[in-house]
T-cell receptor
Framework: GESVGLHLPTLSVQEGDNSIINCAYS??????FIWYKQESGKGPQFIID?????DKRQGQRVTVLLNKTVKHLSLQIAATQPGDSAVYFC????????????FGTGTKLQVIP | KAGVTQTPRYLIKTRGQQVTLSCSPI?????VSWYQQTPGQGLQFLFE???????NKGNFPGRFSGRQFSNSRSEMNVSTLELGDSALYLC?????????????FGPGTRLLVL
């Protein structure tokens, strides 16, 4: 039979409010992190990245925070808009002979107009 | 500038068959990466090609292979298809090699194995 699909956690946010999406990563040696946005029927879209030697990085309406002590990554979206509705997932990259990338399972963001 | 294009967009195959998927990167991009996305496993990295050479590789069996041509276009091949290979296969391109580079994804090829 078919495999059971991932039950994505869902975050519902009122339009205009701030959104915070969290991600726990697995490898303390990962040196690079990326947040992606994936809208229904489309491929993932790069949002923002951060190196492991940084704690915070800001983009346009988005901020990524990295807490290496607890291996936690968060994406903050300011003044959330309906167009922000999508699945968001993080990726951790470990450099080495071959780079290794691991993706989080994702969080579905629903913006309530 | 045109985005990443993938062909075909949809494909139905039966177990045991093989399949070849194609990806054309953004003009000027020299790196192409392939990913598999399924409801059960999420997004997983297959491999990255740069200058016709495989530069990074995920943890997939040898049935999954790829190649890159001199014009940076890339193909991936899956032989002896299994039901579990049903997935959305995504291609992404970037200017330079390395998974830390900003990657631009195509819409994907949805493969169904019966």
């Amino acid at each position: 039979g078919e495999s059971v699909g991932l039950h994505l956690p869902t975050l519902s946010v009122q339009e205009g409010d701030n959104s915070i999406i969290n991600c726990a990563y697995s490898n303390s040696a990962s040196d690079y992190f990326i947040w992606y946005k994936q809208e229904s029927g489309k491929g993932p879209q790069f949002i923002i990245d951060i190196r492991s030697n940084m704690d915070k990085r800001q983009g346009q309406r988005v901020t990524v925070l990295l807490n290496k002590t607890v291996k936690h990554l968060s994406l903050q979206i300011a003044a959330t808009q309906p167009g922000d509705s999508a699945v968001y997932f993080c990726a951790e990259i470990l450099s080495g002979g071959y780079q290794k990338v691991t993706f989080g399972t994702g969080t579905k963001l629903q913006v309530i107009p | 500038k045109a985005g990443v294009t993938q062909t075909p967009r949809y494909l139905i195959k039966t177990r045991g068959q093989q399949v070849t998927l194609s990806c054309s990167p953004i003009s000027g991009h020299r790196s192409v990466s392939w990913y598999q996305q399924t409801p059960g496993q999420g997004l997983q990295f297959l491999f990255e090609y740069f200058s016709e050479t495989q530069r990074n590789k995920g943890n997939f069996p040898g049935r999954f292979s790829g190649r890159q041509f001199s014009n940076s276009r890339s193909e991936m091949n899956v032989s002896t298809l299994e039901l579990g290979d049903s997935a959305l296969y995504l291609c992404a391109s970037s200017l330079e090699v390395g998974l830390q580079e900003t990657q631009y994804f195509g819409p994907g090829t949805r493969l169904l194995v019966l």
